[in-house]
């Protein structure tokens, strides 16, 4: 990968940014003064329902649309004075498809090898690398109205990388894909920060923002309502939840383990003793070992760790899981 | 410079594509060819009972090569309203791609394309008994492109701003048309009533019309060559402009 001259470790930085757009209702504010930072080299989810505001996020930083205010520097470059300098070190991999279904693949990477100024033959060596990046030798040469989603989407993040951007914007890459080809996606996704590309991603799938992201932000009606790491903000929701099964024994159990430093949160219900707990991983072997040496022996134990659905209900009020995921 | 090398990629992409789908060239040229085998005969046979001197065939097939140009690159917003929506519009702005090369390379497409559908026109029109005048049908060409340098990038904007083909449609048929009834093409409008005359007589395409069948007949002295080529090119100038401005602003 080119190594961009480091100013700074964050790739992308915005401040207060802002996009009203006007139409016959009035004035919609798709995006109300967002602040973000990603750094080099992770994939940074952008989670929120459809119409949360994150096509609109996408597009302002890949120079699409102007903001309406606000500040952001993508890949060491101003947004607003220097849009020619971010669009040379970005890469963009719209929503809906970006290829022509009478052009061959090789025939849509080379050319875009040669708009970002790579000369014929350069364009078609960096073609072939990419086509064997991304397993898409064997369909090179046929047109891409041939290909299947998984192809034609592994086709558009091709395009979007041939000139090796520093950062690169992914708007829904997996959306309509079916598990396989998500799951492929995924990898190369994976693949792309480990060679040190900055991925900026959409979603509106909880799990891929799970699996996906090292960092993310959680978006609704034009805010950002959450950012960190996935377990950061599950940690944020009330930790984790382990739920005894005490068969009876609840007020005992309860007053051995309501005190100790780790429980949040302690309640019993319905036979069962449920904590509230920071980390529950470590919560648990504690307090087996507690209650062995209490003499009492639990006829369940369970871990529950909060989902980013919880996150975003706990954010927002509502579930995201509205839209089952493909 | 970085403008002409994105326009000749540009140019040479929508080519390839354009080529490698010739039936809708072939297409563009069948209406053409039907009024030339058609309509010809006809117009021949009554001008020769009005007693009229001239050959029917160089004064028909200067207009109906204008008629072809201003068809032929008319509907050229339909193909980029596919582009719109599969998405390869969006994809090239998000490039260092100049947006004038966008339009330009495109455009001269459309503009090779119409020369090449003229010239197979008029070799069609040769057993008819069309007389050519080479350095007058090399002019006429240079007519052509500029028409199609004026109604391409039009169709481009329009095609930019509605986004759909279904508004696309009847505003080119509603444009095209008129502009076509108006400008003497099918039948001169000597005979016109004076109003007809008048609204012609501010068609651009009336003059070039008129420029064409000077030049085919090499009468090189007719006010109406210059008249008509210099008009094209002024209003191929604005149009090229005004679409350029459509490709450059940012689209919300």
Known sequence: MAAPTRISTARIETSDLRRTFRSRGGAVEAVKGVDLRVGAGEIFGFLGPNGAGKTTMIRMLATLITPTAGEA???????????????????????????????????????????YGMSKSEATTRAAEVLATLDLEAAADRGTGTYSGGMRRRLDVGLGIVHRPSVLFLDEPTTGLDPQARARMWDEIRALRDLGTTVFLTTHYLEEADALADRLAIIDHGRIVAEGTSDELKQDVAGDVITIGVNGAGPRVLGLVENLSFVREAGYEDGLVRLYVDRGELAVPQLLRLLDAAGFAPTSITLNKPSLDDVFLRQTGRSLREEPAA | MSVTRDTWLMFQRSMRLTIRQPIWIIFGMIQPIL????FGPLLEASTRAAGAGTNAYNWFIPGLLIQTALFGSAFVGFGLIAELRYGVVERMRVTPMSRFAMLLGRSLRD??????????????????????DPAGAAVTLLLLALIGLLMAPLSYTAGLILKSEDALAPLVQGIALPLLLLSGILLPLALAPDWLRFLSSLNPLTHAADAARALFNADWGNPEIAIGVSITAILAIGAVWIASRAFSRANA
């Open chain 1, 73 to 115: 520097t993508v890949a060491g470059a101003d947004l607003r004075r220097e849009p020619q300098l971010v669009r040379r070190r970005i890469g963009y991999v719209p929503q809906g498809g970006s290829t022509d279904p009478a052009e061959t693949g090789r025939g849509e990477l080379v050319l875009q090898g040669r708009l």
């Open chain 2, 35 to 38: 009024y030339l085998v058609l």
């Open chain 2, 111 to 132: 503009v090779v394309i119409l020369l090449a559908q003229a010239v197979v026109m008029m070799v069609i029109a040769l057993p008819f008994g069309l007389r050519i």
